[in-house]
C-alpha cells in the first residue's frame, strides 16, 4: 500500500536532511499515514531520526511513537526533554502512553508523570499486567448516564475530541460507574431526538473483567464478532474499552507463541534478528530437555550394541523407524493443540480422538512401512529385515498416534501450554520405543537376518 | 460466556422436546446469542434439530446458520424445503448466503437462488475464490454519493434496515460506482447537518482489489487497524466491504495453516476429529517425502557400515548428533517462517540473519556439545569418541543455522509457502550431514577409539 516504495521516501527525506532542510524532510514524512511514517523512520539512521524530531510537532510525535515497536520507540525517546516528552505522553493514546511509561526507567517515567497534564488517564492503567483484559484496554471511551437523550449524547459527541478511540459503541453507566448497556453509534443516529439512552441500550452487554488473560478476551471478541469490549472491575464498575486491532495483536502474538513452542523455542518476542544471547536464552534449555531424551534413546540403542555389532546395516534403519514415527506424532501434536487452542475439542472428547488417531497412525504406518519394508528387503537382499522394518513402523506410528494425542492434553492438564514440551516428550517417546520395537525384533529374528555371522 | 451451561439448556430443550413442547424448545434456543445458539445446536441429535427447524422463525433460522459451521450448516439444509431454504438465504447476510449456495450441489443452489428474493446481492458474490477478497467481502454496506447532506445521510439511515452489516463507516460513491471517499459514522453525526459528504469525507481511501488473497487483505486491515475495508474492481468500483471479524477468522486460519505446514500437516481444515481418510489424505504424502528423505540418511549410514561394525557403540551417539540437530533447525525455521509471515523480515536481509543464525548455531553446538561430549566420554570411558560428539554437534548446529535460514527463504522464492517442506528438507540436511561428520570423524579417527578392535 506504501507508495511510492519506502526507499524512495528514505532517499527524499535524506537528500532534504543532507542540506539542512528539516522542514521539508518532516513535511515528506507527514505526507505518509502513520503506520507507514513508522517504517520509513525506522529504516532511518540514528542521526536522522534525531534531525526529524526536533522539528516534528507533538502530535505527529504522538502518532509516530504509537505505531512504533517497543524498542524503536525506546530509542527514540530517549532523545526528548522530559517537558517534550510528557506532552507527547499526553497526546498519546492513553493505552498506548500506558504502554510507553512501563518501559521506561523507574526515574525517567516518575518524571514524565510528574510533567503529564493529563496523568490521570494514563496512571489506572499503569498496574496492570501486559497480557490481561487491563493491559490492553483504553481509557478513551465515551460513557453516558441513562437519562441522557440522544440529542443531548449527540451534542456532547460534538464537543468531545474526535480521538476518542472507540468511536463504534457508546456505554451506559449509573452513578457509581456501572456498566449497564451499549448503544450501537448508529442506533443512536437513527433514534428519535427525545429518546433516552436508557430506551435504546442493549442492556445484555458482553464484557471481560479486568484481570482476564488476553487470549480470552481474543476469544471474546472474536466468538461474538465484537469491534469494542468492554473492561471491569470486580464490582461491575466501567474501567476501560478493548478494541478490534488490539486483539489482532494478540492473536498474532499467540500465534506466534504456538508456533514457537512446537518447536521448542521459549521467547515469543524472539526473531531471526533479536541480539544473539537473547536467540540462545530462549532456544537453548530446550535442547538440553532434548539432549536428555535423546541420551535415554542413545541408552536404549546402546543395550543392543551386540545385535548391532552382528549386524551393522542395522543401525542405517534404526533411525528411519524412529525419524518417521516422531514426524507422524509432531503431526499429531499440530492438530491437537491447535484444535485445543481455537476451542474446537476438550479433554471429555479424548476417549475418541486417541481411537481415531491410532486408527490413522495404523494406516500411515502400514502405508509407509509396507512401501519401506519392500525397498529395504530389496536393497539389502534380506525379506526378514524388510519385515522387521514394516512392523517396528507399524508399531511406532500407532505409538505416535496415542502419545501425540494424549500429551498435549496432559500438559494442559498440568496447567501449561499444550503446544510447550508436547514436541519434545512425543518425540522422545517415538524415538526411544521406535529403536527398541526395531533393534528389539530384530535381536528376536536375528538367526533369519542375512548378514547375521 | 455461555451461563448456564451448554449442557444445562440441552437438557432443557431436550426435555422439552421430550413432551412435544417444541415452541418451549424453540423459546429456551431464542434466549441466546445466535453464536451460542449454534454451539447448542450442535450438540444435539439430528432428530432433535429437524424437530427445532420446523417452529424456528425463518429470521432466527438465518442468524443460526450464519454462526454454524460448514458440515453443520450443510447437515441442517438438507431438511429444509427449496421455498425455506430460500427464504432463508434471503434473510442471511449475503456473504455468508454466497458461502452457503457455493457449498451446496450445483442443482440444489440454482434451485435456491430461483426461489430467492433477493437473489441479486448474493449473485455478484458466488463467483470469487472463498480466499480472496471477493470470497470474503460482503455487498451490505452503505455507500452515498458525494452531493448528499449529512442530513439527507442521517434520514437514509433512518430508512434502511438496521441488519446492514457494516456499521463503522459509509463510503462515497460517484455515479459510475467509483469508490471516491469514506466517512465515519461518528463524523456523520457530529457534522453540521447541511454539510455534503464530499466536505467531511476522507479521499485517501484504504482499499484492496477484489481478486486480492485473504493475508494480504488481513495484513492491510491488521496494518492500518481498520474496522472494514473497501473492495473495489479494476476501474476502482465499489464492490463490497469486508469487516474486522472476517479478518480475524483469515488470520486463525492463516496461523493454522502455518503451524500445519510446518508439522506436515497439508490441509488447513483437517482436525483431529475429521474423518479418517481425510487425515491419512493430509498426512501421509509427507510421511512419503521424509521417507526419501530418511532413505537419503540410511545410505549414508550405510556406506560406514564396516566403521560401525567394529565400533557398534556408535549406532547410539548418531542419531543424538542428527536429532539436536534437526531441533535447532526446526527452532530456526518456526523464527524464520514466522518473521516472513508477519513482514518482519525480506530476504534483503537474509546474509545478515544467516551470519547471527550461524553464530546462534555454534554457540548452542558448543552449549549442548560440550555437555554431551563430556557425558559420553565419561559413560563409554572414551575420550576420543567425547571429543568427536562434541566437534559433531557444532558443526550440525552451524549446518542447521545455515539451512534453518536459507531454506524458508528459497522455498518461498519458488512461490511456495515457507512453511511447507522447509522442516522436512532441514532435517533432511541436519540429518544426513549430521550422521555424516560424525560417523566419519569416527571413522578418521577409528584406531584412537577405546572399542576399536
Request: proline residues 4%; aromatic residues 6%; charged residues 20%.
Amino acid at each position: 500500500m506504501l507508495e511510492p516504495s519506502p526507499e524512495i521516501i528514505i532517499e527524499r527525506i535524506r537528500s532534504a536532511l543532507g542540506t539542512q532542510r528539516i522542514q521539508d524532510a518532516v513535511r515528506i514524512l507527514l505526507e505518509l499515514r502513520p503506520v507507514d511514517q513508522a517504517e520509513v523512520f525506522n529504516l532511518l539512521t540514528d542521526e536522522e531520526q534525531i534531525l526529524l524530531l526536533t522539528e516534528l510537532d507533538i502530535p505527529s510525535t504522538a502518532d509516530l511513537f504509537e505505531e512504533l515497536e517497543n524498542e524503536e520507540v525506546l530509542d527514540a525517546v530517549g532523545t526528548l526533554s522530559p517537558e517534550r516528552l510528557a506532552d507527547v505522553l499526553d497526546e498519546m493514546e492513553p493505552d498506548e502512553a500506558a504502554d510507553l511509561l512501563g518501559d521506561l526507567s523507574p526515574a525517567r517515567a516518575t518524571e514524565a508523570l510528574a510533567n503529564m497534564e493529563d496523568a490521570e488517564d494514563v496512571i489506572p492503567l499503569l498496574g496492570y499486567p501486559d497480557e490481561s483484559a487491563g493491559g490492553l484496554m483504553t481509557t478513551s471511551y465515551i460513557a453516558l448516564r441513562r437519562h441522557t437523550t440522544a440529542r443531548q449524547a449527540i451534542e456532547f459527541l460534538r464537543q468531545v475530541s474526535l480521538d476518542v478511540e472507540v468511536p463504534y459503541y457508546l456505554y451506559a453507566i449509573d452513578r457509581e460507574k456501572h456498566l449497564i448497556g451499549v448503544v450501537g453509534f448508529r442506533q443512536l443516529v437513527i433514534a428519535d431526538p427525545g429518546v433516552t439512552v436508557e430506551q435504546i441500550m442493549d442492556r445484555e452487554v458482553i464484557y471481560v473483567t479486568v484481570g482476564d488473560d488476553q487470549e480470552d478476551v481474543a476469544r471474546v471478541m472474536s466468538r461474538y464478532n465484537l469491534a469494542a469490549l468492554p473492561v471491569v472491575d470486580d464490582q461491575h464498575r466501567l474501567l476501560g474499552v478493548i478494541t478490534h486491532d488490539d486483539i489482532i495483536d494478540v492473536l498474532e502474538e499467540e500465534a506466534t507463541e504456538d508456533i514457537y513452542h512446537l518447536a521448542n523455542v521459549t521467547d515469543k518476542d524472539l526473531n531471526p534478528q533479536s541480539p544473539i544471547v537473547d536467540q540462545v536464552k530462549g532456544r537453548l534449555p530446550w535442547l538440553y530437555l532434548n539432549m536428555v531424551t535423546a541420551l535415554f534413546a542413545s541408552w536404549v540403542i546402546s543395550r543392543f550394541e551386540n545385535v548391532i555389532a552382528e549386524v551393522a546395516i542395522l543401525a542405517a534403519f534404526q533411525s528411519v523407524i524412529a525419524g518417521l514415527g516422531g514426524n507422524s506424532g509432531s503431526q499429531n501434536v499440530a492438530m491437537i493443540v491447535r484444535a485445543i487452542a481455537l476451542d474446537k475439542i476438550d479433554s471429555r472428547e479424548m476417549l475418541g480422538v486417541i481411537f481415531k488417531q491410532v486408527i490413522v497412525g495404523m494406516l500411515q504406518g502400514i502405508g509407509v512401512g509396507v512401501v519401506i519394508g519392500i525397498g529395504v528387503a530389496f536393497w539389502q537382499n534380506d525379506l526378514y529385515l524388510g519385515a522387521i522394518v514394516t512392523m517396528a513402523m507399524i508399531a511406532n506410528m500407532i505409538i505416535a498416534g496415542i502419545m501425540g494425542t494424549i500429551v498435549p492434553f496432559i500438559v494442559k492438564a498440568l496447567g501449561q501450554d499444550p503446544a510447550l514440551a508436547s514436541t519434545v516428550l512425543v518425540t522422545a517417546a517415538t524415538d526411544s520405543f521406535g529403536f527398541f520395537i526395531f533393534l528389539g525384533l530384530a535381536s528376536l529374528l536375528l538367526p533369519y537376518l542375512v548378514n547375521s555371522p
